[in-house]
């Protein structure tokens, strides 16, 4: 078993910088238009023939109301009839796509995410559902991680009994704080209640998985009424939480213009509320996976990282990296094989390029083979904390050592100050520098400048 974390003041002080999640290596900030429809066909071409297994996403952009913490891409409406035609243009995309891939090929992950995917009315559910089953082979026997992302205000009873009847064996459930000021300072009000109806009912329709999410750093919190959320949320014992560090960015996100600086949090409260929140899922029987994430020993990604086969994708911490990622929808990103797309990210360009019968294919990038070794290399160190040179060096016919000696320098201050052993075999990331783990991958990113770090939230 992974030694637990340990907190250390002076080194988060030292190395909480700002950088990327590395839910991909490259990052998304250096995707680029030159990657279109030729890129998507040669890459979606490649995967039929390979006969690898695929991961879908699908994104449901449509929200009720506005969250001004938000940051995702969403389109904010009470009209429910706008989402006729995009599940219009969205079946065009599904038909296009499965076209050029093998009708044989497993989708072994689902996942809708938003904006609210139960936003959609329960006969749109099950006109999508049917049109992905009818284009891609879905499993029927229970046996794939179907998941999807649920705002309890938006479902009932009746809406997971129609979501287990589909085929979805996994929720995600967005709570991020319980106390009332908070909820009002962002705009959603969200009682105990309505969130334990939704647990109830996914318990007693046999959901396999429930993920809550929580957000520390909102304004109007303070380490007490956040360390009564946690305790709240752990009675509910769900097998996965998320929570997630707040990053205040009101001139990249409009929605959170609306939220009054004075009311954030200091940086010493956000940590103390984190500080206590691990102590809380800790003494609860969590485990830390890495990135905000913690789940109990018996999930299967506690279980993965335990015997270190956990990997990461865009759809976070997964046991299905080895698939094919296809992302539909506005926004969306696919990873296939070396290649990264993402959709248009305008629901408006979206719609007319599935109108004109094109992918609307806006941007993307395809790994060279420097990318695809640090792509290895801060696979292994985010996903289970270590990493055997020897492993790199035989999938890519390299030196280690040789290949990262510029980087040694850098490596020896982080062992140096306690964040990682650095042997002549193996890089391991010790319990104090897990919190940390982001900024050790950081090391080996060729891209990260100073300039370009003001684009992410910082580590903790």
């Known amino acids: 078993m992974l030694d637990a974390i340990r907190w250390d003041t002076e080194l988060i002080r030292r190395y909480d910088l700002a950088g990327p999640?590395?839910?991909?290596?490259?990052?998304?900030?250096?995707?680029?238009?030159?990657?279109?429809?030729?890129?998507?066909?040669?890459?979606?071409?490649?995967?039929?023939?390979a006969q690898r297994p695929l991961s879908l996403y699908v994104h449901v952009p449509f929200c009720a109301n506005i969250c001004y913490y938000c940051a995702c891409n969403k389109v904010i409406t009470k009209d429910r009839g706008r989402a006729q035609p995009y599940l219009q243009r969205l079946e065009q995309e599904i038909q296009l796509i499965a076209c050029?891939?093998?009708?044989?090929?497993?989708?072994?992950?689902?996942?809708?995410?938003g904006g609210t995917p139960t936003f959609l009315s329960h006969d749109e559910l099950r006109q999508l559902m049917a049109h992905l089953r009818k284009h891609f082979h879905l499993l029927d026997d229970d046996?794939?991680?179907?998941?999807?992302?649920i705002d309890p205000r938006e479902a009932d009873w009746s809406t997971m009994g129609l979501l287990r009847e589909l085929g979805?064996?996994?929720?995600?459930?967005?709570?991020?704080?319980?106390?009332?000021?908070?909820?009002?300072?962002?705009?959603?009000?969200?009682?105990?209640?309505?969130?334990?109806?939704?647990?109830?009912?996914?318990?007693?329709l046999q959901f396999r998985s429930i993920n809550i999410d929580l957000i520390y750093g909102l304004p109007k919190q303070t380490p007490d009424n956040f360390a009564r959320t946690v305790e709240e949320v752990t009675r509910l014992q769900p097998d996965r939480l998320s929570v997630f560090n707040y990053a205040h960015l009101p001139e990249r996100f409009m929605p959170q213009r609306r939220i009054n600086s004075n009311d954030l949090p200091t940086p010493a409260q956000k940590l103390e509320m984190l500080h206590r929140t691990i102590e809380q899922l800790t003494a609860a029987g969590y485990r830390y996976i890495g990135m905000d994430h913690f789940a109990l020993p018996d999930d299967e990604l506690a279980i993965a990282q335990e015997e270190s086969t956990l990997q990461r994708n865009f759809q976070g911490y997964t046991t299905h990296g080895h698939c094919d990622l296809i992302g539909l929808g506005v926004s969306a990103i696919s990873q296939i094989g070396d290649l990264y797309?993402?959709?248009?990210?305008?629901?408006?360009?979206?719609?007319?390029?599935?109108?004109s019968l094109q992918p609307a294919t806006s941007r993307g990038l395809r790994c060279n083979t420097d990318d695809r070794v640090r792509r290895a290399v801060i696979a292994q160190l985010i996903c289970n904390f270590s990493l055997e040179f020897t492993d790199i060096e035989q999938a890519f016919n390299i030196d280690f050592q040789g290949y990262f000696g510029e980087l040694w320098p850098q490596l020896h201050n982080m062992a140096k100050d306690g964040l990682i052993t650095l042997d002549r075999?193996?890089?391991?990331?010790?319990?104090a520098g897990r919190l940390l783990v982001r900024s050790v991958c950081m090391v080996f990113d060729a891209y990260l400048e100073q300039h370009s770090r003001q684009r992410f939230s910082r580590v903790i």
């Open 100 to 113: 050029h891939l093998d009708p044989t090929q497993k989708v072994e992950q689902l996942h809708f995410g």
């Open 143 to 149: 046996s794939g991680d179907y998941g999807i992302e």
């Open 425 to 431: 075999d193996r890089i391991t990331v010790l319990p």
């Open 341 to 355: 797309c993402q959709n248009s990210s305008d629901l408006n360009h979206y719609q007319n390029a599935l109108a």
């Open 168 to 204: 979805f064996n996994r929720v995600s459930i967005g709570l991020q704080d319980l106390e009332p000021a908070v909820q009002r300072a962002v705009n959603r009000l969200q009682s105990l209640e309505e969130t334990r109806a939704v647990i109830d009912a996914a318990r007693t």
């Open 21 to 49: 999640r590395y839910t991909s290596y490259p990052t998304a900030v250096q995707f680029h238009s030159q990657v279109g429809s030729f890129d998507l066909f040669h890459a979606l071409r490649d995967s039929r023939k």
